[in-house]
């Protein structure tokens, strides 16, 4: 095979990357604030896809509009879940944590099996067959627009935990427990927010997923698992790490597809997994802990 | 031998096992098919869960791809079969092996790396799912197409190669129950049972006090692959086929902890009370909607996934606990709910 159709398969699996970048963001946003490991994160992104797709059945916007208002609702459910369900468990078991989210991941994939039937359902934007030539590379319109999307709001994200006085309590939540609560913040409300802005990311990823993707009820565990590998191949944790990671795991799916076949793919990642697990389990942007 | 294992256990609870065996094996004289086929799955999410409670529930360690052990040991026993016409009684040594080979293999690289907690959950589903797509491009078990046996001829029993009717298997899969709930009663009960213990509790502690860690945490999940391979045998010969999609799926993996997180983690009655009232009550229901005409897919999971966070909610220990403390049955229940 020739040359450029790796770099093909490379280009747009960078771009696709940077998709699950942010979706994984999202998961590294809560595990670094809240210190929960959120198992339903798959089903939350494939709940995303589909309020998406009946948004853009309903209203005719172009997904990377519709990308607001499900980040909105989406961080609205992360809030929600997190102070009614998850606060009361912060100080548990982390295997009761981890049952905890097993049983809603179960209950949101199961719930959308019912809702919206176990077939593959896509959409088609005006820009879905478009694609640009820059050298000997061909690259799909839509890709590129969702993976500019996810730059956008991973900037906008960083911004926040930098620049803002809330972003900073929620990093002096992460950093000091104890702390936080000396100093008067409302840890509590802090995890709440933090658990709905990494949902907001994930809802932001669907629907820029959408663009790129079909969805299925039954694809949510693998974006739970997805959503791991990419993390803790990045850094459990670390923001950059979540998108390096992305970035890493979308070219490998892309290239292992090409050089096997595409419906063997996930298993190098499961492979750069364990290996990273073995040789780096910080990740490789991660700190390790004490 | 059997004074040592009866020792400790109060007379109630000897009683109300006595009756709940008689119960058990009475079962097939007034089930019909349907119902039959209920109580075996109920025993085999028993013991299922019996298997898995003993790298969680004793030793501590969350494994979150127990479907791993189920499909090694259904595929190496079918393909043995098939191929070459071997019993599944000789062929489940295959079964063992093989599970007990890749749990090894899983144990050390987890174990002697440090991955602990939340990683080594998320690196036993990595394993199961490397499973699920390697077992798709298995072609000698035919790969994502599935593999089947030979349907059986229910008219007549050949335990030998476990070709029969629904209620020859259900009484196998009694004894093994029995036998899984005999073994872990001993296990928890010999020396290897108060270093998981110990372990579960503290590891650091119990390495300061001189306990390999590692090699009595390999032994967990290497015991514990070998009985779930077990299930995985009776499993393909019950159903007669088999399919990478299904088996090694993840929701099969928690499928399987259902029962012992829902019983009670630890104890020895948890994971046949929680298999009891999970796959009774889904069954019921499901019976319930057929007689009224609406059959939707994925509404026995969302009942599973509610029953799953009540209990973790309100019942941190789970069912038994709670219940053997009201039975007065609490002594000899083992594990966590024993103190």
């Keep these: 095979m020739p040359v450029e159709?790796?770099?093909?398969?490379?280009?747009?699996?960078?771009?696709?990357?940077?998709?699950?970048?942010?979706?994984?963001?999202?998961?590294?946003v809560i595990f670094g604030v809240v210190r929960v490991v959120n198992f339903a994160h798959g089903e939350m992104m494939t709940l995303a896809m589909f309020l998406t797709?009946?948004?853009?059945?309903?209203?005719?916007?172009?997904?990377?509009?519709?990308?607001?208002?499900?980040?909105?609702?989406?961080?609205?459910?992360?809030?929600?879940?997190?102070?009614?369900?998850?606060?009361?468990?912060i100080n548990r078991p982390e295997h009761s944590q981890f049952m905890l989210l097993v049983a809603i991941a179960l209950i949101l994939v199961n719930v959308q099996l019912i809702v919206f039937g176990p077939d593959a359902q896509g959409i088609r934007t005006r820009y879905s067959f478009d694609s640009f030539k820059l050298g000997p590379l061909v690259i799909d319109a839509s890709k590129v627009y969702a993976a500019g999307a996810a730059l956008v709001v991973a900037a906008a994200l960083f911004a926040f935990f930098r620049f803002t006085l809330l972003g900073k309590a929620i990093r002096a939540c992460a950093d000091n427990y104890d702390g936080a609560r000396v100093v008067g913040l409302n840890v509590k409300r802090l995890y709440a927010l933090t658990f709905g802005i990494g949902s907001a990311c994930v809802g932001a990823a669907g629907a820029m997923l959408m663009v790129v993707s079909d969805v299925t009820p039954?694809?949510?565990?693998?974006?739970?698992?997805?959503?791991?590998?990419?993390?803790?191949?990045?850094?459990?944790?670390?923001?950059?790490?979540?998108?390096?990671?992305?970035?890493l795991i979308g070219v490998t799916e892309a290239l292992g597809g090409v050089l096997f076949t595409p419906s063997a793919k996930s298993m190098f990642a499961f492979a750069l997994l364990v290996l990273v697990l073995l040789f780096r389990p910080q990740g490789i942007l991660g700190r390790r802990e004490t | 031998m059997i004074a040592r294992l009866l020792?400790?256990?109060?007379?109630?609870?000897?009683?109300?096992?006595g009756a709940l065996l008689l119960l058990l094996l009475a079962f097939p004289a007034f089930a019909s098919g349907y119902l039959l086929s209920v109580g075996f799955l109920i025993l085999y999410f028993a013991f299922v869960g019996q298997a898995w409670?003993?790298?969680?529930?004793?030793a501590g360690q969350l494994s979150l791809g127990h479907s791993l052990y189920v499909g090694l040991g259904a595929y190496a026993a079918a393909a043995l079969y098939v191929h070459f016409g071997i019993s599944p009684w000789i062929g489940l040594g295959a079964s063992v092996g093989i599970a007990m080979l890749a749990g090894a293999v899983l144990g050390f690289l987890a174990f002697r790396f440090g991955v602990a907690g939340v990683y080594f959950a998320i690196l036993t589903i990595a394993f199961a799912e490397f499973a699920r797509i390697g077992f798709d491009h298995f072609s000698w078990v035919q790969g994502s197409s599935g593999f089947f046996l030979p349907v059986a001829n229910y008219a007549?029993?050949?335990?030998?190669?476990?070709?029969?009717?629904?209620?020859?298997f259900y009484y196998l899969m009694l004894a093994m129950s029995v036998a899984a709930f005999v073994a872990c009663h001993a296990l928890l009960r010999s020396r290897m049972g108060y270093y998981w213990q110990a372990i579960r509790e503290s590891p650091e502690a119990a390495q300061a006090l001189g306990v390999n860690v590692f090699r009595y945490k390999m032994a967990a999940v290497v015991i514990s692959a070998a009985m779930?391979?077990?299930?995985?045998?009776?499993?393909?010969?019950?159903?007669?086929?088999?399919?990478?999609?299904?088996?090694?799926?993840?929701?099969?993996?928690?499928e399987l902890i259902l029962g012992p997180i829902i019983g009670g983690i630890g104890t020895l009655v948890g994971p046949l009370v929680g298999a009891l009232l999970l796959?009774?009550?889904?069954?019921?229901?499901?019976?319930?909607?057929?007689?009224?005409?609406?059959?939707?897919?994925?509404?026995?999971?969302?009942?599973?996934?509610?029953c799953l966070l009540l209990v973790v909610m309100f019942l941190p220990h789970g069912v038994w606990p709670p219940l053997a403390r009201r039975l007065g049955l609490e002594r000899g229940a083992g594990g966590r709910g024993g103190h």
């Excluded at chain 1, 739970?224 to 979540?242: C, D, R, Y």
């Excluded at chain 2, 007549?156 to 020859?168: A, F, Q, V």
């Excluded at chain 2, 499901?286 to 609406?294: A, F, K, S, T």
């Design chain 1, 218 to 247: 039954a694809i949510g565990p693998a974006y739970t698992l997805l959503a791991f590998v990419i993390v803790i191949t990045g850094g459990l944790g670390s923001m950059p790490g979540a998108l390096l990671g992305g970035l």
């Design chain 1, 53 to 89: 797709l009946v948004l853009f059945n309903a209203l005719k916007l172009d997904p990377l509009v519709l990308l607001v208002p499900v980040a909105a609702v989406m961080f609205a459910l992360g809030y929600l879940m997190q102070a009614g369900l998850i606060n009361p468990f």
């Design chain 2, 7 to 17: 020792e400790g256990v109060p007379r109630r609870g000897l009683v109300a096992l």
């Design chain 2, 156 to 168: 007549t029993n050949d335990l030998w190669n476990l070709r029969g009717s629904p209620r020859m």
């Design chain 2, 279 to 306: 796959t009774g009550l889904a069954e019921g229901m499901r019976e319930v909607m057929l007689q009224l005409g609406v059959e939707v897919p994925g509404v026995k999971q969302v009942f599973y996934g509610i």
């Design chain 2, 228 to 254: 779930t391979s077990l299930a995985g045998v009776v499993f393909a010969f019950y159903y007669n086929n088999l399919f990478p999609e299904q088996i090694f799926h993840i929701s099969r993996s928690i």
């Design chain 2, 53 to 58: 409670n003993i790298m969680m529930g004793f």
């Design chain 1, 5 to 28: 159709i790796y770099l093909n398969v490379a280009a747009s699996g960078l771009l696709t990357g940077l998709v699950y970048g942010l979706m994984a963001l999202g998961l590294s």
